[in-house]
């Protein structure tokens, strides 16, 4: 079955893996409903760029961490293109610290916006996937969804509860045709990824050089950075009729991360 015509939210889509889904998913004829912070006209650029691949996309600025604008963005986008077929949930930040220097606002912030926030984008959209017989959910969690690393106890949280929300969702729509699988990525330079570089190579008196290969490529076995592009072509293969029996699954690409 074609995708052409569909229509995906993908939260947190201004930046990195989110926009690099929402391009991949454009480039397939999937409509698009952009969301994410960040500089109005910027945004309004990324939307010239997804309709020159001759889909329709939207923006919608819900904050991730308020349940009732995530509401009102999937009914907006109910509006805007009828219903719902495919939802990301990949909004995503991260801080880093020792547990007892760890801000409160930092962990409710973290565990809102990486995990809670899927909650809520999931119980609205799936009425409307349930009544049209289709649906695809992908959770994009990461790597620290299935081990822990030290410094990031509210992101390492909420990835684990992220999966755990996902193998639920799965069981519980499984005979509607909407599946709901997650996506782990290891390290992708992103903006997330590399604003935490300049830091990690001050505190550890080491070259930006070192911190990519001996921190964060550390437990990648192939030493190398996970592309944007192979997240994105993962995410159209989960949305795809060959992934239509893989629901409550999650799907590692993280160079060998977690097989070791
Ligand atoms: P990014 O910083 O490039 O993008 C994050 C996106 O989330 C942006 O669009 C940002 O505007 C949006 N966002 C942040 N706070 C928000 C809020 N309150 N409301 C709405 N949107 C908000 O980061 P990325 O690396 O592309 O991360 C995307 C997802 O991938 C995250 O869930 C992250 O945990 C996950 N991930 C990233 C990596 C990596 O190495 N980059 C690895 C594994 C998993």
Same mark, same amino acid.
């Given at each position: 079955?074609?995708?052409? #015509? %569909?229509?995906?939210?993908? /939260?947190?889509?201004?930046?990195?893996?989110?926009?690099?889904?929402?391009?991949?998913?454009?480039?397939?004829?999937? &409509? $698009?409903?952009? &969301? #994410?912070?960040?500089?109005?006209?910027?945004?309004?650029?990324?939307?010239?760029?997804?309709?020159?691949? !001759?889909?329709?996309?939207?923006?919608? &600025?819900?904050?991730?961490? %308020?349940?009732?604008? $995530?509401?009102?963005?999937?009914?907006?986008?109910? !509006?805007?293109?009828? @219903?719902?077929?495919?939802?990301? &949930?990949?909004? *995503?930040?991260?801080?880093?610290?020792?547990?007892?220097?760890?801000?409160?606002?930092?962990? +409710?912030?973290? $565990?809102?916006? +990486?995990?809670?926030?899927?909650?809520? /984008?999931?119980?609205?959209?799936?009425?409307?996937?349930?009544?049209?017989?289709?649906?695809?959910?992908? +959770?994009?969690?990461?790597?620290? #969804?299935?081990?822990?690393?030290?410094?990031?106890?509210?992101?390492?949280?909420?990835?684990? *509860?992220?999966?755990?929300?996902? %193998?639920?969702?799965?069981?519980?729509?499984?005979?509607?045709?909407?599946? @709901?699988?997650?996506?782990?990525?290891?390290?992708?330079? /992103?903006?997330?990824?590399?604003?935490?570089?300049?830091?990690?190579?001050?505190?550890?008196?080491?070259?930006? !050089?070192?911190?990519?290969?001996?921190?964060?490529?550390?437990?990648?076995?192939?030493? %190398?950075?996970?592309?944007? !592009?192979?997240?994105? *072509?993962?995410?159209?293969?989960?949305?795809?009729?060959?992934?239509?029996?893989? /629901?409550?699954?999650?799907?590692?690409?993280?160079? #060998?991360?977690?097989?070791?």
């Amino acid at each position: 079955m074609s995708l052409k #015509g %569909k229509t995906a939210i993908i /939260t947190g889509s201004t930046s990195g893996i989110g926009l690099g889904i929402a391009k991949g998913f454009a480039n397939k004829g999937i &409509n $698009i409903v952009l &969301n #994410g912070l960040g500089d109005k006209n910027d945004i309004k650029k990324l939307c010239a760029e997804i309709e020159n691949m !001759e889909v329709k996309c939207i923006y919608h &600025n819900a904050d991730m961490t %308020k349940p009732d604008e $995530i509401t009102a963005m999937i009914e907006v986008a109910v !509006e805007a293109f009828g @219903s719902i077929d495919i939802l990301v &949930n990949n909004a *995503g930040i991260q801080h880093v610290s020792p547990i007892e220097d760890f801000p409160p606002e930092k962990w +409710n912030e973290i $565990i809102a916006i +990486n995990m809670s926030s899927a909650f809520h /984008t999931t119980r609205a959209a799936i009425p409307y996937m349930k009544k049209q017989g289709w649906g695809r959910i992908i +959770n994009i969690a990461s790597a620290h #969804g299935l081990v822990a690393s030290p410094f990031k106890s509210a992101y390492v949280t909420a990835k684990h *509860g992220l999966l755990g929300f996902n %193998k639920t969702v799965a069981l519980e729509v499984a005979q509607d045709n909407i599946t @709901s699988n997650a996506i782990c990525p290891g390290y992708v330079l /992103t903006p997330l990824v590399e604003k935490q570089i300049p830091d990690t190579a001050k505190a550890r008196g080491i070259s930006e !050089e070192e911190v990519k290969r001996d921190v964060l490529l550390a437990a990648q076995w192939t030493k %190398k950075f996970v592309s944007i !592009e192979e997240i994105a *072509g993962t995410a159209l293969f989960l949305c795809s009729d060959y992934a239509q029996n893989i /629901t409550g699954a999650h799907i590692s690409i993280d160079g #060998g991360w977690t097989a070791a």
